[in-house]
């Protein structure tokens, strides 16, 4: 075990799998010389060679095209778009082509491909360095959409994407690449090498997809999180003295239903928390589900925390971001119905 | 505090007009085919095929053709094609359009919803198609059939797509024409306009990584230049020196829409090649020897590392967009008859012909032939099924790879609907 943030994990995880596979490439803007904007391809290019790791043309559709072509012909392409905010140009070769391949070809190509891209608002980034657009993948059949919100599962999780034969978009919260954040922003961050979760094994390990973890076990209400809002609903629970159970799904899309389904079938209240706006987000598929599947069992309405139906701004920053006083004051309202 | 307002001064201050390109007929008009910038055969120069792209500067505006007017090979492009290579040709030219024929029939007798023809077109991808190996991928548009045509795919299994019925290899799920066929390396057909093209441009990037020997060809028309795909095809093939053709088929129209509103009139496709630094060729798409020629010279241009080729094919839609499309609505009724590059099949008929390898009777029964061998293939493909008489796919068939494996949810709706 070794101590890594969220931005040494997933270059570990790139650097096992570029070292295991000799079909794995990795490009996107800045990644190759440079290492990255965030440094997650750092040392790679010089380790692996430039036909592995490269720098691309600023064209998200042309990355996640050609990453579709190279992939139809064999190759395992971990493609990077510098900010999720950035990925609207590539969302044709995503949805059209990438998600379809597959089902329109009756199996005969394939697209087994990782899209990285760094998500997520709580850095000042206004409106195109914040968004969190998963709901846009979660929406679209054939694509698996992961968020891992720790080093070690951040490791795990692109590994099993890597190894996945379907495309996987994997959104990464820039907020976390350099420590867990409770959205306690007045407060000093916390280093990865302070949290248990940033204790990460150097070799090669999965998290299986489509599998969710018991972030915080509860018996008052079953929270479901994925990202940043892990953190927060961790310490939202704390600070009220309510006792809930923390799902990080980790697999947006397709998803681990057992464990929510089994989570909010024992607490009877569920609490949904996301940073993307609310409206048609991926928060009403999970609260349409809780209600489909245990609406015998709930003793309330099912709430969601989310960010607000508005662009992300910059000087509200900490009105808009769901902090902890927002989910807190949730957790009250869920056990007070 | 208000700011006054200044008079504004200078030359040009006149009311701005926008310019919306027009052809130069409508229906009921004729064509001024002036725009076309043509050469005459054997004109244009064949520089070598480890050239830079400023050798191809100036052949932008240039057309490279062979066979003359009197229907003889000139110049330096002229393939020097054996009598049975350019026969074989001729063959699979006039077996796609037989089979287009066919085809527009059957959907005419609701056997299928849809059908796309390649009427006038039939020489490029056939001549492309032959001047490559069997295992070179091909990107194409929905109007390539005759790729799989010239690589021997069965015309009884293009049927069963066309039918959607329970042979179908695509199960169902695709439009009519829409074809893939790996093995035969025909990539994926997608109902999204230039997506292929970049894509194309990744799969031959991926055979330069794996230093494999295979090289890409992409295939786009006139119209879906306009797609920022096309922009950016070009750009990762140049910069990566990807070993791809990069085929634009510009046949005048897409759909109901001049090439001038793609912005072809102005400047040929060819131009756009050249101005991202690729070498860059314009060719007389309805001269088979030429499509053969600039074809291995692409080819051999991208096996041996000199990068990738744009070739623009000047040819003509001769027959309906698609079965959905009425274009004497739009374009004149004699259109192709004034065309001036001709049909490509009579061009190449009358080649041979002067050639003494080839004869009206041969034609003739060539043309029963294959209308025979179609014939033969329909009535194998429709024992399984056409879209009017059915069997079809089955919805058990609907849920199957959309992922690897199938994820609960796709399960849960299965069973929902009880298959």
């Known amino acids: 075990m070794t101590k890594m943030t969220m931005i040494q994990a997933l270059r570990s995880a790139m650097d096992v799998m570029l070292e295991r596979d000799p079909d794995v490439v990795v490009f996107g803007e800045d990644v190759g010389y440079f290492g990255g904007v965030f440094r997650c391809t750092d040392g790679l290019q010089a380790k692996y060679g430039a036909s592995r790791v490269f720098d691309a043309p600023i064209t998200e559709s042309g990355i996640v095209g050609a990453g579709v072509g190279m992939a139809a012909y064999g190759l395992r392409p971990v493609v990077e778009v510098q900010f999720a905010d950035y990925v609207y140009p590539a969302l044709d070769q995503i949805m059209s082509e990438a998600a379809r391949l597959r089902y329109r070809s009756a199996g005969d190509f394939t697209a087994p491909m990782v899209i990285r891209m760094p998500c997520g608002g709580g850095i000042y980034g206004g409106q195109t360095h914040s968004q969190s657009p998963e709901a846009l993948f979660t929406h679209t059949c054939g694509i698996r959409t992961v968020m891992p919100s720790n080093p070690y599962d951040a490791k795990g999780l692109l590994i099993a994407a890597i190894e996945n034969n379907d495309p996987v978009v994997f959104l990464e919260p820039k907020r976390l690449y350099n420590g867990p954040f409770d959205g306690h922003h007045e407060k000093p961050v916390v280093p990865w090498s302070k949290h248990a979760l940033g204790e990460v094994p150097e070799g090669h390990y999965t998290v299986p997809l489509e599998s969710a973890r018991i972030a915080r076990p509860g018996q008052d209400v079953t929270v479901i999180a994925y990202g940043t809002m892990v953190f927060v609903a961790e310490t939202a629970a704390a600070e009220t003295g309510v006792d809930a159970e923390i799902i990080d799904l980790r697999s947006l899309w397709p998803m681990d239903l057992p464990t929510v389904v089994q989570s909010v079938q024992k607490t009877r209240r569920c609490v949904i928390v996301h940073e993307a706006t609310r409206t048609s987000g991926f928060g009403a598929e999970l609260l349409a589900l809780v209600q489909e599947h245990c609406f015998y069992h709930l003793e309330a309405p099912i709430v969601r925390v989310t960010g607000w139906d508005i662009p992300y701004p910059h000087a509200q920053e900490w009105s808009y971001f769901p902090g902890p006083t927002r989910v807190g004051e949730a957790l009250r309202e869920v056990m007070e119905a | ?419």
């Open chain 2, 1 to 419: 505090m208000v700011t006054p307002k200044r008079p504004r001064s200078g030359p040009g201050t006149g009311k701005l007009r926008l310019h919306v390109p027009e052809p130069s007929a409508r229906p009921g008009q004729q064509t001024d085919f002036s725009y076309l910038k043509l050469s005459r055969a054997g004109e244009i120069p064949r520089p070598p095929v480890d050239c830079v792209y400023e050798d191809t500067i100036a052949l932008k505006n240039g057309l490279i053709r062979v066979l003359d007017d009197a229907h003889q090979a000139q110049g330096p492009w002229d393939p020097k094609a054996g009598d049975e290579a350019l026969r074989n040709g001729l063959r699979l030219m006039m077996l796609t359009r037989a089979f287009d024929a066919r085809m527009v029939i059957a959907q005419r007798q609701k056997k299928t919803s849809f059908y796309m023809q390649s009427l006038g077109e039939e020489a490029i991808g056939v001549g492309q198609a032959l001047s490559l190996e069997h295992d070179d991928m091909c990107f194409p548009s929905y109007r390539q059939q005759n790729i799989l045509l010239a690589r021997g795919y069965s015309l009884a299994q293009m049927m069963n797509q066309i039918y959607s019925n329970t042979a179908d290899p695509l199960k169902g799920r695709q439009l009519p024409v829409l074809y893939s066929s790996k093995e035969y390396g025909f990539f994926t057909i997608s109902g999204n306009l230039g997506t292929q093209y970049v894509q194309a441009v990744g799969w031959a990037m991926a055979s330069a990584i794996k230093q494999d020997s295979r090289i890409a060809s992409a295939w786009i028309g006139d119209g879906a230049t306009a797609e920022a795909d096309f922009y950016t095809a070009l750009v990762f093939a140049q910069v990566y020196r990807a070993p791809v053709i990069l085929n634009v088929i510009n046949n005048q129209w897409a759909i109901s829409t001049f090439q001038a509103i793609a912005g072809g009139t102005t400047a040929t496709f060819a131009a756009r090649g050249v101005g991202m630094g690729i070498a860059s060729l314009r060719v007389d798409g309805n001269d088979y020897l030429a499509v053969l020629a600039a074809s291995r010279w692409a080819a051999e241009r991208a096996r041996n590392n000199h990068g990738p080729t744009l070739i623009e094919w000047v040819s003509y839609r001769a027959g309906p967009h698609s079965t959905s499309d009425d274009p004497s609505k739009y374009r004149p009724a004699d259109d192709w008859q004034r065309f001036p590059l001709g049909d490509p099949i009579e061009r190449l008929r009358r080649h041979l012909t002067l050639r003494g390898a080839w004869s009206d009777a041969e034609h003739a029964n060539t043309q029963a032939d294959l209308e025979a061998q179609i014939i033969a293939a329909q009535k194998e493909a429709e024992k399984n099924g056409t879209l009017i008489s059915g069997p079809q796919r089955t919805a058990a068939d609907m849920f199957d790879d959309v992922f690897e494996q199938m994820p609960a949810h796709l399960v849960a709706q299965r069973q929902q609907l009880g298959v």
